[in-house]
């Protein structure tokens, strides 16, 4: 199994530019999740979806950020206009299962993105 | 007040020793417990789990949980350089995603 791919590794971009950010889940996997990284707010979930539904959103920033999940396999997130307070590791993670669904996560290699 | 609380670090303990990772969380609601380990550049991955009060031990670690003092550790018993790494908390209730805390970097020294 191939993982959790995210894409791109490395994004270098400039304030006010449009940023999308992709993720192929686990294969079977029905809960995607999105996750931001900084040394100061440690890793915050953003966004979650089960069965390509979002079930909580409230830990995305602001209508500059979006997610959706057209299907099982791909999901992304897109930062419209980014900011440099938006400089983070961004991460997606997927899981199986019932009643434990949310329990053990499989993340991807994250996303750095430094916006100038 | 964060839901999830740890010490940042850095712990820096001799090879060999025990390191103990410790963790509080503010919802008494929360139901499930986890421990991730994340190395420098990587992603976390899960390394020990527990649900109910007591111990639990998996190899090297041991999960500790005393619920009505909303308290979580982690021990690492014979500690390895190659466990040098942060540990991340992390609790779950009901049907919400995880919440992590923001890690404590351990060193284990040679």
């Known amino acids: 199994d191939a993982g959790v791919i995210q894409s791109p590794r490395h994004e270098v971009t400039e304030m006010g530019q449009e940023v999308t950010l992709r993720c192929k889940p686990i294969s079977g996997h029905n809960s995607l999740f999105w996750y931001r990284q900084t040394m100061m707010r440690g890793l915050e979930l953003l966004i979650y979806?089960?069965?390509?539904?979002?079930?909580?959103d409230s830990g995305m920033p602001e209508d500059r950020f979006s997610a959706k999940m057209p299907n099982a396999s791909f999901s992304t997130l897109k930062i419209q206009p980014s900011e440099p307070r938006d400089s983070a590791v961004y991460f997606c993670?997927?899981?199986?299962?019932?009643?434990?669904?949310?329990?053990?996560?499989?993340f991807g290699s994250g996303t750095q993105l430094s916006v100038l | 007040q964060k839901e999830v609380e740890q010490n940042s670090g850095p712990l820096s303990v001799p090879e060999g020793a025990i390191a103990s990772l410790n963790c509080t969380y503010s919802d008494r609601g929360s139901q499930s417990f986890f421990w991730y380990r994340q190395y420098s550049g990587k992603s976390p991955e899960l390394i020990m789990s527990?649900?109910?009060?007591g111990d639990k031990e998996d190899g090297r670690f041991t999960a500790q949980l005393n619920k009505a003092s909303q308290y979580v550790s982690l021990l690492i018993r014979d500690s390895q350089p190659s466990d040098s790494a942060t540990y991340l908390c992390a609790v779950l209730k009901g049907w919400r995603a995880l919440t992590f805390g923001s890690g404590t970097r351990l060193q284990v020294q040679p």
């Open positions: 993670a997927s899981s199986f299962g019932g009643s434990s669904t949310n329990e053990k996560l499989f």
């Open positions: 979806f089960n069965n390509n539904v979002p079930i909580d």
């Open positions: 527990i649900y109910s009060n």
